[in-house]
């Protein structure tokens, strides 16, 4: 796989979730997409195994870099770790399953996004929730929090599916070795 | 030739050994270690990550700012720029010199406070004046829990958080710096969970001199506030509580800039479930404070005097 195009559509991912997700909010209850794990599900789809771990904590890094987090008593506060843990997890349960998807669908890619975002967000929220625990002063509700991440994960399957028109056709410059054509039976 | 050989030994050794620890699965196995152990550290320890957070978000900036500005422009509320020159325009400006007749108000009450107690021969410390900077957003948290804005500041503006108050249309609180780099600042609005209390006053009335409601407002986490109301007894029957009243703020832990802006307008009146004698409001910014593209930086200048806004009023 190719590090440079992964790192460029990173890049792009991850300005366009940081600035679409005022508008793509429902409102002022949170619930957001994702446009990022998506990301990481294509590349987990289809890239090698260990290509595709590295992707997944690279992108979770960035994701938990630009991720503050309000201190109680003021202040921010951004932890590396949650985020890039939870896609590293799901880009594990996506690699371990794919040999049983249809990968070129664009829906194989939006039900594959709920589930992996939903093992991300879900270990970032435990991760996040156990700070709690020795009275870490993050400003955390976890009870608000999973019912917001399950929502966003049904979400982020939509955006998903959208983003695998695009993903689809650009697919060569990753250059997965999958990509080169379809398997052929070689008679014996 | 001995000490040679031993040499080309050791580094053979050594390369073995650093080769072994390269390998991908064990690099891989290392990072999630560190990743978890920094999950769990308390957050005391993490300053440093946040040099690395301002990095990255400023290398992301060239993709998220442009489209934060293109959703801003094509969402509806994003700009004022169209509604220029129109009824809610004037009654925006109008809104502005209110605002700033009620802090002049203020400075005016503070000044002959001020001259009482020279003339008492109390030193009383200089206040601040302000400069405002428009400041464009450059992105939201990435993270489902944080509601905190992070706002893009020109080189040398001076941004120290906590003093630092952002504000949006003129004379709606947005809300404080959290922190600031060179470039860069995080501003936390007042109604994001994990904002503090804030005292305001509920203004009963549109003559200058109506009647005020002390209260406390608390964020709820769907972008409104809500706290107790106090309850003055003998208030005329025409002043009395209502939706749609301004709420300003009147808290003395905020920056003096930050006096008399509007928190917002009561959207509901409730009986306070503690108190059930007295009642408890809901309050609504004017704007939805989460999806504001551009906001006014107020930044106190010091040794100035005054609380009076520089380079034309709010």
Known sequence: MSRLAFGLILWVALGLELGLRPALALGPTGIAPSIVIPLVVFVAMHAPGMAAAWAAVAAGLLLDLTFPIGLEGGGEVRVPGPMAIGLLLAAAATTSIRGMLIKHNPLTVAAVSVVAALIAWLTAWALLGVRGLYGDPISFSAGPEFGRRILSSLYTGVVGGIEALVLFPIAGVFGFQSSAGPRRMVPR | ?314
């Open chain 2, 1 to 314: 030739m001995g000490a040679w050989r031993g040499g080309r030994r050791y580094r053979a050794v050594m390369a073995r050994v650093v080769g072994r620890w390269l390998e991908p699965r064990r690099l891989l196995g290392a990072a999630v270690a560190a990743l978890v152990v920094l999950s769990l550290t308390p957050a005391r320890h993490l300053a440093f990550a946040g040099w690395f957070g301002t990095l990255a978000q400023t290398l992301v900036a060239p993709v998220s700012h442009p489209v934060s500005r293109v959703v801003g422009w094509v969402t509806p509320g994003g700009t004022r720029a169209a509604a220029e020159g129109t009824a809610d325009d004037w009654r925006d400006r109008a809104e502005a010199f209110e605002t700033l007749y009620l802090r002049e108000r203020e400075e005016n009450a503070r000044l002959r406070s001020l001259v009482e107690d020279l003339q008492a021969g109390v030193a009383i410390a200089p206040g601040v004046s302000v400069r405002q900077l428009s400041a464009s957003v450059v992105a939201a948290s990435s993270d489902l829990a944080s509601g905190l804005l992070t706002v893009r500041t020109p080189a040398g503006a001076g941004v120290t958080p906590r003093a630092t108050v952002a504000i949006v249309e003129g004379v709606q609180l947005l809300g404080t710096v959290d922190s600031a780099s060179a470039l860069l600042c995080q501003v936390r609005p007042i109604t994001d969970a994990s904002s503090p209390r804030l005292e305001g006053v509920v203004i009963l009335g549109d003559s200058r001199d109506a009647p005020r409601l002390l209260c406390t407002l608390s964020p709820t986490g769907s972008g409104t506030l809500s706290g107790p109301v106090e309850d003055v007894a003998g208030l005329p029957e025409s002043q009395g509580l209502e939706r749609g009243q301004r709420v300003r703020l009147a808290d003395p832990t905020w920056p003096a800039s930050a006096q008399q802006l509007v928190i917002g307008v009561v959207e509901r009146i409730d009986s306070n479930p503690d108190q059930p004698l007295r009642k408890q409001i809901v309050v609504r910014p004017l704007v939805d404070l989460s999806r504001v593209r551009e906001v006014v930086l107020r930044i106190p200048i010091a040794g100035g005097v005054g609380g009076g806004a520089e380079g034309g009023g709010p």
